[in-house]
T-cell receptor, first 113, second 114 residues
């Protein structure tokens, strides 16, 4: 059973526009959510995170929104740049346990000129 | 520079052979992890270690073994018992307790079984 779901395997956005990547989760125990970015043949790198006590966290061009009632989070990238083209994984954990980190299947974002 | 080094980057193995993937970190992190990535799937946890000389099975530990004799090193052995070993393997580490989930990943090792 997939506890963290990214239902869109791919997304294509024009440079300068907004990219919105979505993630749904089923386990109400999750209290911390993260987004990772991964380029081909490289390991993922941490992008941004949000605690369940917040509904928004912003870092430069990246903003993560959390809707606990809907068990849904989204990553907004604005403006999108070609260098943002990568696979984005959302992940969730509870109790601050990194050994309980559950990853989604990823969304491949392509930003075209 | 501090980071995680995985080797080899690419590895080919014949069926029935064991193979060991290396993971070294100089971040002084206590916890280390091995994940597996398959196409269209998220990262799945194989094994993790929170401290030297101790490790725990993750969600897909069957057919794998690990050791943690040194803080810096967490090698993964893919044994002949692993039914579908062809995959991209990622090693990661995290800071001491209190860290809320930020993992630092290596560049990965791609294993292909011929």
């Amino acid at each position: 059973d997939q506890q963290v779901k990214q239902n869109s395997p791919s997304l294509s956005v024009q440079e300068g526009r907004i990219s919105i990547l979505n993630c749904d989760y089923t386990n109400s125990m999750f209290d911390y959510f993260l987004w990772y970015k991964k380029y081909p043949a490289e390991g993922p790198t941490f992008l941004i995170s949000i605690s369940s006590i917040k509904d928004k966290n912003e870092d430069g061009r990246f903003t993560v929104f959390l809707n606990k009632s809907a068990k849904h989070l989204s990553l907004h990238i604005v403006p999108s740049q070609p260098g943002d083209s990568a696979v984005y994984f959302c992940a969730a954990s509870y109790g601050g346990n990194t050994d309980k980190l559950i990853f989604g299947t990823g969304t491949r974002l392509q930003v075209f000129p | 520079d501090g980071g995680i080094t995985q080797s080899p980057k690419y590895l080919f193995r014949k069926e029935g052979q064991n193979v060991t993937l290396s993971c070294e970190q100089n971040l002084n992190h206590d916890a280390m992890y091995w994940y597996r990535q398959d196409p269209g799937q998220g990262l799945r946890l194989i094994y993790y270690s929170q401290i030297v000389n101790d490790f725990q099975k993750g969600d897909i530990a069957e057919g794998y073994s690990v050791s943690r004799e040194k803080k810096e090193s967490f090698p993964l052995t893919v044994t002949s018992a692993q039914k579908n070993p062809t995959a991209f393997y990622l090693c990661a580490s995290s800071a001491p307790p209190g860290n809320t989930g930020e993992l630092f990943f290596g560049e990965g090792s791609r294993l292909t079984v011929l």
